[in-house]
């Protein structure tokens, strides 16, 4: 989860391409279109993964590692990771003591493997086999036996074959356009227990503001570094819109540098899911760069300096007027 130099752009966009995936993303359906460009091009990304510190790591190679140096490196990460995340073994050790536990976008797999010791089972799914093929490796090097895994071939739509009592998602689902992260949180949501508790790493609003509210194509290449198709922002009241309407918020935390960085989530699955269709997010879909206010799904930016656009995206509160780039 690196900082990287941002690009110099405005609510215009700079790159033909990024406009069109980026219009497509937040079509509101969240269906094909660059909805669908925004999956394959996070398959593409994290074949790099976050090493601990600024580094990124290729898995590829990783796996060619000798069992020595691969336990090294592991273990240097794991190091660095529990020097940053040891607060969140605490908290969720306790929550999660003796449940099954569901995570999702488990990357190298440092957390799960921190807490594996503290619950019944722990479920590491990923979009990448490559990616849990490394996590297996870390657990057989742990002598870590309570532990399975699962590809999503179709993160929207995957069969998690069970019932979870708890469920993990750190820098996973703010890599997704609001309306499809709602998608997959709410096909995952027909797998946790009434009960069920949850940790969730996003990026803040705040990160995101004082980054100067780009787009979120270019938000995530900022966060993640080259390659990130997106990143966006999460409030309370966007995380509470993502898990629906059966989950509550129970705790925030900020941390990181300036307690910006990071935010973690922590809610509880209060009762059953009302047979409903999820919304599709259209209030958060658009948020312009440069300063600009938000749009309407598919509408065109403010100026900077306009406040929210209206249901319709194209007017413009303020002093704005429409401009010439679409909703990020
Ligand atoms: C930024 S890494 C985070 C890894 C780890 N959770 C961490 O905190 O370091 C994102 C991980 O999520 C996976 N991923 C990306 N999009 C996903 C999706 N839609 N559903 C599930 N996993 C996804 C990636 O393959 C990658 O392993």
């Not at 790099?48 to 796996?63: H, M, Y």
């Not at 966006?232 to 941390?255: C, M, N, Q, S």
């Not at 922590?266 to 958060?284: C, S």
């Not at 249901?311 to 704005?320: A, K, T, W």
Request: glycine share 16%.
């Amino acid at each position: 989860m690196t900082e990287w130099a941002r690009p110099d752009t405005g609510c215009a966009w700079g790159d033909a391409e990024m406009e069109r995936r980026t219009r497509a993303g937040t079509d509101g359906a969240g269906n094909g279109g660059a909805g669908a460009d925004v999956l394959a091009a996070n398959l593409a990304k994290w074949s790099t993964l976050p090493s601990g510190g600024p580094d990124q790591a290729r898995v590829e190679d990783l796996l060619a590692l000798s069992d020595a140096d691969f336990a090294e490196f592991w273990r240097a990460g794991s190091a660095k990771w529990t020097a940053e995340r040891g607060w969140e073994y605490e908290r969720f050790g306790a929550r999660f003591a003796g449940l099954r536990v569901l995570e999702i976008g488990s990357g190298l797999g440092h957390d799960g493997l921190a807490l594996a010791p503290r619950v019944r089972n722990w479920t590491f799914c990923d979009i990448l086999a490559q990616n849990l093929t490394l996590v297996r490796r870390a657990a057989r090097l742990l002598g870590v036996r309570n532990v399975s895994f699962q590809q999503l071939h179709d993160p929207l739509a995957h069969d998690f074959r069970g019932t979870f009592g708890a469920f993990w998602a750190h820098g996973v689902l703010h890599h997704l356009p609001f309306a499809l992260a709602r998608r997959e949180m709410a096909n995952i949501d027909r797998f946790l227990a009434v009960g069920a508790v949850a940790g969730v790493l996003m990026y803040p609003r705040e990160r995101w503001e004082a980054a100067g509210r780009p787009p979120f194509g270019e938000f995530g290449a900022r966060t993640d570094g080259p390659g990130t198709p997106w990143a966006e922002w999460y409030d309370e009241d966007k995380i509470l819109a993502l898990f629906g309407p059966a989950w509550a918020l129970r705790d925030t935390v900020h941390w990181g540098s300036a307690d910006s960085r990071f935010v973690t989530f922590e809610l509880v699955k209060e009762r059953e899911t009302p047979d409903e269709q999820p919304g599709d997010g259209a209030e958060y879909a658009g948020e312009c760069a440069g300063g600009g206010s938000c749009c309407e799904t598919g509408g065109s930016c403010c100026e900077t300096g306009a406040s929210c656009c209206g249901s319709g995206g194209s007017r413009c509160g303020g002093s704005g007027k429409a401009g010439p780039g679409g909703g990020a």
